[in-house]
């Protein structure tokens, strides 16, 4: 067997992304509300990408409950972990290191958080907390979950944090359930508003 062909995945390559942020009090949010307004964000091209079609599993428990299909990725109210959140899940690959891939989903996803605080609040306020954000890994072949797997990105994921939070540290835990794939949750400041975690991105960025 070749060098090549014996060398470890890269875990740094992972395209198949994925990030999620968390409502803030999430009974003020029915999941049966958010499908006309993902309707409506195809119909007004109210965020990124190119989108297609809405599914409708909010009779399901737990799990996706709401999908927003794009070409590039989709949007996704989700309800994993008995958590409900929004998730913006990448398919297309991204062009640049881990650090960078990850800022340009996460910024896809603030965009649409922040939109759907405000459009979809029938009966009440919706926010999402801006001190907690999971990374979950689509690839078991060069992210399997395996603490070599955290070892190799954790440098990408924090420096991804650093921009988000304004140096602020981060507490990371990753996924240990066997059998999952491989994901971090990530817990940091309290207390600070969504467009205040989009403007530090877009200053990272250079914008």
Same mark, same amino acid.
Do not use: V
């Given at each position: 067997m070749n060098a090549a062909a014996s060398a470890a995945p890269d875990a740094t390559a992972v395209q198949r992304i994925a990030l999620k942020l968390f409502l803030d009090g999430p009974a003020a949010l029915a999941p049966r509300d958010v499908i006309p307004v993902f309707h409506r964000w195809i119909q007004t091209r109210a965020v990124?990408?190119?989108l297609i079609d809405v599914a409708d599993y909010t009779h399901?428990?737990?799990?996706?409950l709401a999908l927003l299909v794009g070409h590039e990725g989709r949007y996704v109210l989700d309800r994993s972990g008995d958590r409900l959140g929004l998730q913006y899940v990448r398919t297309q690959p991204l062009d640049g290191p881990l650090e960078? &891939?990850?800022r340009t989903v996460a910024a896809m996803l603030l965009r649409a958080a922040r939109r759907l605080e405000k459009d979809a609040a029938p009966a009440g306020p919706v926010r999402f907390r801006g001190d907690e954000i999971d990374w979950i890994v689509n690839d078991r072949?060069?992210?399997p979950n395996k603490p070599d797997t955290f070892l190799a990105v954790r440098p990408a994921f924090e420096s991804f944090l650093d921009a988000l939070s304004g140096g602020a540290p981060w507490t990371l835990t990753p996924r240990s359930e066997s059998g999952t794939r491989f994901g971090i949750h990530?817990?940091?400041p309290a207390g600070v508003p969504l467009e205040t975690l989009?403007? &530090?991105l877009d200053s990272a960025a250079g914008f």
């Open positions: 990124d990408g190119l399901l428990p737990t799990g996706p960078t &891939r990850l072949l060069l992210a990530a817990r940091g989009a403007g &530090r």
